[in-house]
């Protein structure tokens, strides 16, 4: 099972949150049970999210 925190990681690394990864982030937060580590590293991606470190695919596709 794909932990919430792997999805930021990858995020992070790449800096792009794509379509697929958000949805599957949003799964993962309804369905799941989850660590503060991955509730820490969720807020993470949002204040990266926030500070224009991480590019989400979602925005980009509501710009265009």
């Given at each position: 099972?794909?932990?919430?925190?792997?999805?930021?990681?990858k995020?992070?690394?790449?800096?792009?949150?794509?379509?697929?990864?958000?949805s599957?982030?949003?799964q993962?937060?309804q369905t799941?049970?989850y660590?503060w580590?991955?509730l820490?590293?969720?807020?993470s991606l949002q204040?990266?999210?926030m500070?224009?470190?991480?590019?989400?695919?979602?925005?980009?596709?509501?710009r265009?």
């Amino acid at each position: 099972m794909v932990l919430i925190r792997e999805v930021v990681q990858k995020a992070l690394a790449t800096g792009y949150l794509t379509l697929a990864s958000e949805s599957q982030l949003r799964q993962l937060l309804q369905t799941t049970k989850y660590s503060w580590e991955d509730l820490n590293a969720f807020m993470s991606l949002q204040q990266a999210a926030m500070a224009g470190r991480v590019q989400q695919e979602s925005r980009e596709l509501i710009r265009s």
